[in-house]
């Protein structure tokens, strides 16, 4: 039972990962030189979205 409730590779990246990536693109855009533009250009989507917690699918 826990298995199956766990993410598998493959799987969508969850609704809350591109709300939090949302808001970090927000902030990169608003605010250059914040540490959120600083993780937007050090690929922080694509980390997320490879999270095994987090899904694996494509931001």
């Known amino acids: 039972m826990l298995m199956g409730s ?3 590779p493959g799987a969508p ?3 809350w990962a591109h709300r939090f990536l ?3 693109r927000d ?3 608003r605010k250059p030189g914040s540490s ?3 993780a937007v250009r050090g ?3 694509d980390r997320i979205a ?3 917690l987090g ?3 494509r931001s």
């Open 6 to 8: 766990l993410p598998r």
């Open 13 to 15: 990246t969850p609704f």
């Open 22 to 24: 949302a808001c970090f």
């Open 27 to 29: 902030q990169a855009e």
């Open 36 to 38: 959120a533009a600083q």
């Open 43 to 45: 690929g922080i989507a």
């Open 50 to 52: 490879a999270n095994p």
């Open 55 to 57: 899904g694996s699918g």
